[in-house]
């Protein structure tokens, strides 16, 4: 069984920065792409950006030159650096794995920004 972690949200204002961490544990072998979704409430879940093993990254265009994904195959670890963050940017921010070809969630993770 796999289990991915996020940590790293809370409160931050207009204009902050946050990192959103996950990790990744359990019988991995492989982990092909990790990444972030979001969901506001109301709205539907969206991704916000992926990393496929090595380093290619796609973002969403609403955060594009603000967030950065990166990942630490080390560790099974993926991070999300988030920069000039907006109140439209608060959401439960979910951490997303293909283990072995699987998909997996994380329970999510709370980021508000603050106007």
């Known amino acids: 069984q796999v289990q991915l972690v996020e940590s790293g949200g809370g409160l931050v204002q207009a204009g902050g920065s946050l990192r959103l961490s996950c990790a990744a544990s359990?019988?991995?072998?492989?982990?092909?792409?990790m990444g972030w979704y979001r969901q506001a409430p109301g709205k539907q879940r969206e991704l916000v950006a992926v990393?496929?093993?090595?380093?290619?990254?796609n973002y969403a265009d609403s955060v594009k030159g603000r967030f950065t994904i990166s990942r630490d195959n080390a560790k099974n670890t993926v991070y999300l650096q988030m920069t000039s963050l907006k109140p439209e940017d608060t959401s439960v921010y979910y951490c997303?794995?293909?283990?072995?070809?699987?998909?997996?969630w994380g329970k999510g993770i709370l980021v508000t920004v603050s106007s």
């Open positions: 997303h794995a293909y283990v072995h070809g699987m998909p997996y």
């Open positions: 359990g019988s991995i072998f492989r982990i092909n792409a």
């Open positions: 990393i496929i093993s090595g380093s290619s990254a």
